[in-house]
């Protein structure tokens, strides 16, 4: 079994920024989604375990960043030009027997999932 532990969320005014992190030990590929109220949980960015690979959901390419510190067993999401659009909870997610530079989009590729963390963005 593997656990994930998720911080860093909070609330912010909109252009701020927010740093999410999920602890995590293994050779893993990772991921952030997000789940707003009301919708269906989406994928926000993913990681090889290598960390050479990423991959980001068009809404927030260019304002988010996904990285990794092996060494640590830290995932990473910074979060830049926050918008109230970006409201929901972040959820880190895991897939363990990987190649290490490959990266997954889908939440059925992924086996083991954070309890996640709420992101509000005030307009």
């Known amino acids: 079994q593997v656990q994930l532990v998720e911080s860093g969320g909070g609330l912010v005014q909109a252009g701020g920024s927010l740093r999410l992190s999920c602890a995590a030990s293994?050779?893993?590929?990772m991921g952030w989604f997000r789940q707003a109220p009301g919708k269906v949980r989406e994928f926000a960015a993913a990681?090889?375990?290598?960390?050479?690979?990423?991959y980001y959901a068009d809404s927030v390419k260019g304002r988010f960043t996904i990285s990794r510190d092996n060494a640590k067993n830290t995932l990473y999401l910074q979060m830049n030009s926050l918008k109230p659009e970006d409201t929901a909870v972040y959820y880190c997610?895991?897939?363990?027997?990987?190649?290490?530079?490959?990266?997954?989009?889908?939440?059925?590729?992924?086996?083991?999932w954070g309890q996640g963390t709420q992101v509000t963005v005030s307009s």
């Open positions: 293994g050779r893993y590929a």
């Open positions: 990681i090889s375990w290598s960390g050479i690979r990423t």
């Open positions: 997610a895991v897939r363990n027997g990987v190649s290490p530079d490959y990266y997954y989009t889908q939440t059925g590729e992924y086996r083991y």
